[in-house]
């Protein structure tokens, strides 16, 4: 295990000698490369639980899967997606792939390749996804300026209609940036467009708590892992931070602009800010733009610690967690990828859905029976699951007659 806890995983527009590459940020570094000589889509290099990095060509209809430890993809696995991917998220247990194709989003199981649900609620082209922390939530924004917020249980097992929790339709330009927080189904979701707004939002109840107006059109959003701070990259190549703690007393607030010389800004890039990322310790600021450069910041004093350039403008940001397995010879996944259907089984509802994935979760009968040696004992297998089902029907007897009980005892109560 290296001294840093996190590394860096960059993109650009050029591809020439990587698709991603891997950094120390604390030195600068280069750690690793992931090549497959062709550039990567925006907002979609994602790193599938601790054993894979995902990411979407730019110019043709497909996912590059890469293991952790290699430069060269996965060989003999082709991820074909139904067109070009404009934005792609998982979750953070790999048990579900999404990705935005036009203005349909379309997500996988990823044990199975198989296509769960398409959904078409936008007008425009899909240009930002997330998943919550706990993988309950997928929210997406559009150019056509709307967001919308999914149960991921909700659309995977209803294959008549999949209506979302919340659609806002506040932003009048395109979304540039979601940031989804964590907590579960009471997080909060915030949004940035390029109508020069920061939109928060409650994802229980689909409130709107607090609007942010500024004088820039803003194209990317971040929090630090305690939510206290917001940060938000514009157009111009500043990074506005914001304190949530001590918020504006009305919903909607006005931001005083450069010239005005108030606010905390962070001054460092020539052209619009693509991606931020923030440390875990919340100390250390990430930022990707179109000028080509990789910022490191200290936050507390807003300074650059080091700029790693790029051949090309930045698609794609991200701080993870160092696992042990980008050091490892072998690789042994904790979950299995297979190729994604490009048409899904509509009507077919046998979806088990994992709602939390620990380190020692199950995620693939397959690798179960594998290491318990009991792969090739189908009468075993047909044994344990006779006693399954005779378990499950007398816990039914048993809550059935709980039930009557109880009835009984409210009826008969004076």
Not at 21 to 43: E, I, K
Not at 52 to 75: C, E, F, G, M
Request: with cysteine; net charge neutral; proline share 4%.
């Amino acid at each position: 295990m290296k001294e840093t806890r996190e590394v860096l995983l960059t993109s650009d527009t050029s591809g020439e000698s990587w698709s991603a590459a891997m950094w120390d940020p604390l030195t600068g570094s280069m750690l690793s490369q992931f090549r497959n000589a062709s550039p990567l889509a925006s907002n979609s290099l994602q790193l599938l639980k601790d054993s894979y990095l995902l990411a979407a060509d730019a110019t043709k209809p497909r996912i590059h899967i890469w293991p952790v430890n290699s430069q060269v993809p996965l060989p003999n696995l082709r991820l074909t997606t139904p067109g070009k991917v404009s934005a792609m998220s998982c979750t953070s247990c790999g048990t579900y792939i999404a990705a935005s194709v036009d203005e349909k989003v379309f997500i996988w199981q990823t044990s199975t390749g198989r296509l769960l649900r398409t959904l078409a609620r936008h007008y425009q082209t899909v240009t930002c996804l997330k998943f919550s922390v706990d993988g309950s939530h997928l929210a997406t924004g559009g150019q056509d300026g709307l967001v919308f917020v999914y149960s991921v249980a909700g659309v995977i097992n209803n294959y008549k209609e999949a209506h979302p929790l919340h659609g806002f339709s506040d932003h009048t330009l395109a979304v540039k940036g979601i940031y989804f927080g964590a907590f579960g189904a009471r997080c909060r979701v915030v949004s940035v467009s390029l109508d020069r707004t920061a939109r928060i939002y409650d994802a229980n109840s689909g409130v709107q708590l607090l609007t942010l107006v500024l004088d820039v059109p803003l194209t990317s959003v971040c929090l630090d892992k305690r939510e206290c701070n917001m940060f938000v990259g514009c157009t111009n190549g500043h990074i506005r931070q914001f304190d949530l703690r001590s918020p504006p007393r009305g919903r909607e607030h006005h931001v005083p602009g450069d010239k005005e010389g108030k606010g905390i800004f962070f001054k460092g890039h020539t052209s619009g800010v693509n991606n931020l990322s923030v440390s875990i310790d919340c100390v250390t600021l990430v930022s990707g733009a179109a000028d080509g450069n990789v910022n490191i910041w200290n936050i507390p004093s807003r300074q650059i610690i080091r700029s790693i350039q790029h051949k090309g403008g930045i698609t794609n940001v991200l701080l993870v967690p160092h696992y042990a397995n980008f050091d490892v010879n072998i690789l042994k996944p904790k979950l299995f990828v297979k190729p994604l259907q490009r048409i899904g089984n509509e009507g077919v509802n046998d979806v088990l859905e994992i709602v939390k994935c620990g380190d020692d979760d199950l995620l693939n009968p397959e690798e179960f029976f594998e290491e318990s040696g009991e792969g090739d004992g189908n009468g075993e297998l047909e044994r344990k699951l006779s006693e399954s089902r005779a378990e499950v029907e007398r816990l039914r007897k048993i809550n059935s007659e709980m039930y009557k009980y109880g009835v009984r005892c409210l009826m008969h109560k004076k």
